[in-house]
Structure formats: C-alpha cells, structure tokens
C-alpha cells in the first residue's frame, strides 16, 4: 500500500505541480524561518544552540504529525487518500525541478 501512495503522490505532484497559493510547504517554510529567528541565537553557546535546534525541530515536526495523526480516516479509500494528499504536499518535487531549471537557465544566460 505504501507504494501505492507514494507512486499516487508522485502522480499527483507531476500533474498539479506547485499550486501558486497557499502551499503547505510554503507556510512550512515561512514556520521553519520563524523557528530559526526565534531559536537560532549566536548568543547561546554551543550546546545552548543544539537543544534550541532540537527544541525548534519539535516546535515544527510534532504538530504536523499530530494534526495528521488525529484527522487520518480509518476507512481504507479515505485513509489511503488522506496519505497520498499529505506525502504530495511534502514532496514538492516537481516544483523544486521548476525552479532549479529555472536557476540554470539564468546561469547559461550568464547571470
């Protein structure tokens, strides 16, 4: 089943690409930003910044997860759904190949 879903989302991503709004992994990131200006400090020392790094990978990760965890359907067509839509807004393949086409087309232009 877990190919199933990976091949599903893999579908999905090269079919609908990135949509131009409201993205999960865009707000991910724009979260991830915030994270590392909140706990990201060069005040802190060594191992200060590491469990301040821990802490914001928790700050990020266990809220996603638990939100998934809570809302994923027991029926099997749902479920199977449910994880196909979440693993295609992680993955962000086909817009990470637009853009980095995009930076080497700029790069064989010279710029």
């Not at 993955?91 to 080497?104: K, Q």
Request: net charge positive; aromatic share 14%; proline share 5%.
């Amino acid at each position: 089943m877990y190919l199933a879903v990976v091949i599903v989302s893999l579908c999905m991503d090269y079919v609908f690409a990135e949509p131009r709004r409201f993205h999960p992994l865009q707000f991910f990131g724009s979260c991830a930003q915030l994270c590392e200006k909140m706990f990201n400090r060069m005040e802190l020392s060594p191992g200060m910044r590491r469990l301040s790094g821990v802490l914001a990978v928790f700050a990020l990760v266990v809220p996603v997860s638990t939100v998934s965890f809570v809302l994923r359907p027991e029926h099997f067509v749902w479920a199977f759904l449910f994880d196909a839509c979440i693993l295609y807004w992680a993955i962000g393949a086909r817009s990470l190949e637009l853009h980095a086409r995009a930076v080497l087309n700029q790069l064989n232009h010279g710029n």
